[in-house]
């Protein structure tokens, strides 16, 4: 093994038999280097994503979690049963899923306009610019945002005192601790993950098609259904995905702007960790189920939606 | 974009940069509480201990106190399980009808009083009460005390005798109230045993109770704006006028009326519970001692628990705090005589069966 120069530190490191064993071994080759590189992603991976998930199965699958003196756990599948055999647990799991639906829906409506602007009506030299206006909001935490919108929608919020002092109401309209609010507030919240994607699919759609389409007689709508809309195709699937995957895991903002109609699923999986009784296999057990039914539906879309085409989100 | 080369100088840089990254949380972090000796790690609810009180304290006995804030009894009950053996936590506050629960999974020490010398400066009826009396043993210094009241706007709800108002439809979307706790006053409202003393082996009785309150819940359920969580919440819909009336804590509706705000708290005719929070020195908690000089320091002055009531809003436990605070303030945490009466003191006994039927039935009311 050829060794290279290097100083008298590194060389004791470099000359070293546990080195030269190890690491030394390792990138004498391409596929040791190759590995070596992949490595700490992939710990990454284990330790922060995979990790998580496995301990979260591991717990769905005991009788008893956090284990209390005189009590024995054992492997069980009744918590993923309890699920099935409640209807009460069924409809917040339903509510979730035409929520976040809904509000992907909405997301993708009120978005696509501004991505289309900033990518084609904004001048190449202003977009960044443009770009990093609309993302100054995001440089505050999610839950300061979301007491943002409290300050907006309460009754004494900015929108109701204004609308008060021009004469309109007499009395406050009850607009926060309701499903306008909780969709006004998400959709704030998470329009950044459909605006990125969008902007990138759209900024790619060559100008030169568009005007050739244009000098061949297709009118605005035409240029939008048969070029734009196919072309962003990608940015669409990608940032419906982001979304509703977001979308459907949410916990704090409907804690905080939703009212007694739109009680979700995290938070009928948090009470369980939350509440007097020992409950955390149940809780593990339903976070599961609701992964696995969020990533089918997300596949599902992407799949109807993006083609047969394996698309990256 | 350039494409990485996957040499041998690449990959070596690449990899220890990477390592060092991973490893970084694990070189920087506190360190743990038990391997410090000058620290005192607690458990509590926020504006429980005051910031003044605890620079004093840090300063006169070099003890770091690091909190840890919670909003829940299940929760903090949870996550000391889930640390079994080994706590992270040296106190927890634990509200004195949660006793049985902690006790029995091992999680608190006896309260050895004979470490604390200001222990006469306790109020005579917290110093030995019977709630507060479990297997022979002590178990936590009770600090502050509440019951759970009727909370109301007196600008739009002028009286409020029973807790019949919070049905009442004239206040349709302007109540809010803490699903689980409601349920017990409910229970109560409708004639039953909402503390499921009197249920004792008789889960049957027990679950008809529940399931009426429950019913009755959900077919009220447009009279809600909000089912909050934490006091901080309730405190937020008076102040923006999104509610008119809540059930809420004493605690955090006291702290309004001292603030000034138009909220007036009673207790109706039908009753309510009163709880007792207490600091506990965990079970093998890595700094007991320092426990139990922070024990020592808050019953050192009246001033110290003055100024617990005045951030929390909760009565003081502490000998002569009512001649520390002034008139508004004392006001705001006294009620008329008869409303004293109707207060229970929540109960130990048949919690366990309490917990299961009451966690269940706010499920269902959530979800209808």
Redesign the interface.
């Known amino acids: 093994m050829s060794v290279p120069k290097y100083s008298t530190g590194m060389a004791k490191v470099v000359n070293s038999s546990l080195y030269q064993h190890t690491l030394g071994a390792a990138v004498e080759s391409r596929i040791g280097r190759i590995i070596l590189l992949a490595s700490v992603p992939l710990l990454w991976l284990i330790m922060l994503h995979v990790g998580p998930i496995y301990q979260m199965l591991k717990i769905s699958l005991l009788s008893h979690y956090p284990v209390q003196p005189g009590v024995e756990s054992h492997f069980t599948l009744a918590n993923y049963a309890i699920f099935f055999q409640e209807s009460i647990y069924f409809t917040p799991l339903i509510k979730s899923f035409i929520f976040a639906t809904g509000a992907t829906a909405f997301t993708l409506v009120v978005v696509y306009p501004v991505a289309y602007y900033v990518a084609k009506i904004v001048k190449p030299q202003g977009r960044s610019k443009a770009l990093l206006l609309l993302l100054v909001p995001f440089w505050a935490g999610e839950l300061i945002r979301t007491f943002s919108v409290i300050m907006l929608l309460a009754n004494r919020g900015a929108v109701n005192v204004l609308l008060r002092e021009i004469g309109l109401i007499d009395r406050p309209i009850p607009m926060l601790y309701t499903s306008f609010s909780l969709g006004f507030g998400l959709v704030y919240l998470i329009c950044l993950y459909m605006l990125l994607p969008l902007y990138s699919a759209i900024e790619k759609i060559p100008s030169p098609l568009l005007d050739a389409a244009a000098d061949l007689g297709a009118g605005p709508f035409t240029r939008f259904r048969r070029i734009i809309l196919p072309l962003s195709r990608d940015g669409i699937v990608s940032g419906c995905s982001l979304v509703f995957l977001t979308c459907i895991g949410v916990f704090a903002t409907p804690m905080l702007l939703g009212g007694p109609n739109t009680v979700l699923f995290p938070e009928t999986i948090s009470s369980f960790f939350h509440g007097a009784s020992d409950k955390w296999p149940v809780g593990a057990a339903f976070a599961l189920i609701m992964l696995v039914t969020a990533l089918i539906a997300a596949a599902i879309f992407m799949r109807l939606v993006g083609g047969s085409k394996r698309r990256a989100i | 974009m350039n494409k990485i080369i996957?040499?041998?100088r690449?990959?070596?840089k690449?990899?220890g940069a990477?390592?060092a990254?991973?490893a970084a949380p694990y070189i920087i972090r506190p360190r743990p509480a038990w391997a410090a000796s000058g620290v005192l790690n607690v458990t509590t609810y926020d504006k429980f201990l005051p910031q003044e009180f605890l620079d004093k304290f840090q300063k006169d006995n070099d003890i770091e106190v690091r909190i840890r804030l919670t909003d829940?009894?299940?929760?903090q009950?949870?996550l000391l399980?889930?640390e079994?053996a080994n706590p992270s936590t040296d106190i927890v506050t634990v509200a004195g009808h949660?006793y049985s629960?902690f006790i029995?999974?091992?999680l608190l020490q006896p309260l050895d009083t004979g470490k604390i010398a200001n222990w006469k400066n306790l109020n005579p009826a917290y110093q030995d009460a019977p709630w507060a009396r479990v297997d022979g043993n002590l178990w936590g210094l009770p600090i502050l005390a509440g019951y759970e009241g009727l909370a109301r706007n007196i600008d739009y709800v002028p009286e409020a005798p029973s807790w019949e108002v919070m049905f009442d439809p004239q206040y349709k979307?302007q109540t809010s109230y803490i699903v689980s706790d409601f349920m017990t006053i409910v229970m109560q409202y409708l004639g039953y045993d909402g503390d499921f003393v009197t249920y004792v082996d008789k889960p049957d009785v027990a679950q008809k109770a529940t399931n009426e309150a429950r019913d009755f819940l959900i077919k009220h359920?447009d009279m809600?704006?909000?089912?909050y969580?934490a006091g901080s919440e309730v405190q937020?819909m008076f102040?923006?006028?999104?509610i008119y009336l809540g059930h809420s804590w004493s605690g955090p509706a006291a702290k309004l009326i001292m603030d000034g705000h138009p909220i007036k708290l009673s207790v109706p005719k039908e009753g309510t519970f009163g709880f007792c929070y207490t600091l506990n020195v965990v079970n093998n908690a890595p700094n007991a001692e320092n426990a139990y000089k922070l024990f020592n320091a808050i019953l050192e002055s009246p001033e110290v628990g003055a100024a617990m009531t005045r951030q929390s809003g909760y009565s003081s436990t502490i000998n002569g705090v009512g001649d520390v605070l002034e008139e508004r303030e004392r006001m705001a945490s006294t009620l008329p005589q008869e409303e004293v009466e109707r207060i229970i003191f929540f109960s130990s006994v048949n919690?366990?069966m309490k917990?299961?039927m009451?966690?269940r039935a706010?499920?269902?009311v959530?979800?209808?």
């Open positions: 996957a040499n041998r690449t990959a070596l690449v990899f990477g390592t990254l991973l829940d009894q299940g929760k009950y949870n399980t889930a079994g949660r629960q029995k999974s091992n979307g359920k809600v704006r909000k089912y969580d937020q102040i923006n006028e999104d919690r366990d917990n299961e009451i966690d706010t499920a269902e959530k979800a209808a």
